[in-house]
């Protein structure tokens, strides 16, 4: 079992910047893909950035391409989402996953689940 706890939420201005973490506890990720999704009120939740095993590949939701970068640090067992330029449209609940796989792009894939953290963005 894994459990991913993630941090970083908050408030912020249009413009402004954030950056999430995520780390897993249970057992070592370094073999699993893992990813930011987002969810706004009567949404479904959306794909934002994905990132391989090793860390070598990654993918991106067009919408945050050029904004937002994610990483991670297997020593760590965590994944970030460094949030730049964020617009109003940026705010939901944001979540990472951990796939089966070790590297997806999809939410069907994801079979590990954090609480989520919220962010907010005022204009």
């Known amino acids: 079992q894994v459990q991913l706890v993630e941090s970083g939420g908050g408030l912020v201005q249009a413009g402004g910047s954030l950056r999430l973490s995520c780390a897993a506890s249970?057992?070592?990720?370094?073999?699993?893909?893992l990813a930011w999704f987002r969810q706004s009120p009567g949404k479904e939740r959306e794909f934002v950035a994905g990132v391989s095993g090793s860390g070598a590949s990654t993918n991106y939701v067009d919408s945050v391409k050029g904004r937002f970068t994610v990483s991670r640090d297997n020593a760590k067992n965590t994944v970030y989402l460094q949030m730049n330029n964020l617009k109003p449209n940026d705010s939901a609940d944001y979540y990472c996953?951990?796939?089966?796989?070790?590297?997806?792009?999809?939410?069907?894939?994801?079979?590990?689940w954090g609480q989520g953290t919220q962010v907010t963005v005022s204009s």
């Open positions: 996953g951990m796939s089966r796989s070790y590297y997806a792009l999809h939410l069907s894939e994801y079979i590990y």
């Open positions: 249970g057992r070592t990720v370094s073999s699993n893909g």
